[in-house]
């Protein structure tokens, strides 16, 4: 089972300001097919409830802040996204709830697949049923 972890990319910052760079397979671990971004996002809201099959993903708060409860069956976490150099590499394996954005969050989402609403879990028992199991051979 892969973990989730929290990547710290490079800030390349001079007299006019900053810049971030991702570069496919080399600051995120595996190959970008899909771009997605959620903002505008109204205060009190929750998203996500869910895990994937296949997909991989890496989430970058770009602008404002949000925070991301994660479950791997294992254990949970909670991470604080606020900055745009912090990367939160999720695993199919990683149930993931957002919550708390700030009300200028633009938050980034890099995806290892296609959109497929075949490979959303989105039932929190079927998560367990799929994963569980798995967690139990590691
Ligand atoms: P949804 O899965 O509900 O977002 P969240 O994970 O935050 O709960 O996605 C909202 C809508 O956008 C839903 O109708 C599916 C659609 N969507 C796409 O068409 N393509 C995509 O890549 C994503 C992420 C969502």
């Known amino acids: 089972m892969n973990l989730s972890r929290i990547l710290e990319i490079d800030i390349l910052g001079d007299d ?19 771009v997605f971004y ?18 991989r993903q890496a989430l970058i708060s770009v602008s404002g802040s949000c925070k991301v409860f994660l479950d791997n069956t294992i254990r949970t976490d909670e991470v604080l996204l606020d900055a745009p150099n912090k990367v939160l590499i999720l695993e199919p394996n990683d149930w993931h709830e957002m919550y708390d954005f700030s009300e200028d969050c633009v938050l980034l989402v890099l995806a290892s697949e296609l959109y497929d609403s075949k490979d959303y879990i989105r039932d929190y028992n079927k998560f367990l049923e799929v994963y569980s199991k798995k967690t139990q051979e590691v």
């Not at 006019?16 to 899909?34: A, W």
């Not at 959620?38 to 997909?55: D, E, P, W």
Request: overall charge positive; some cysteine; proline content about 3%.
């Open 16 to 34: 006019r300001g900053n810049l971030s760079v991702i570069e496919n397979q080399v600051h995120v671990p595996f190959e970008v097919k899909r």
């Open 38 to 55: 959620i903002y505008s996002t109204k205060q009190g809201v929750c998203r996500g409830f869910h895990a994937h099959y296949k997909t």
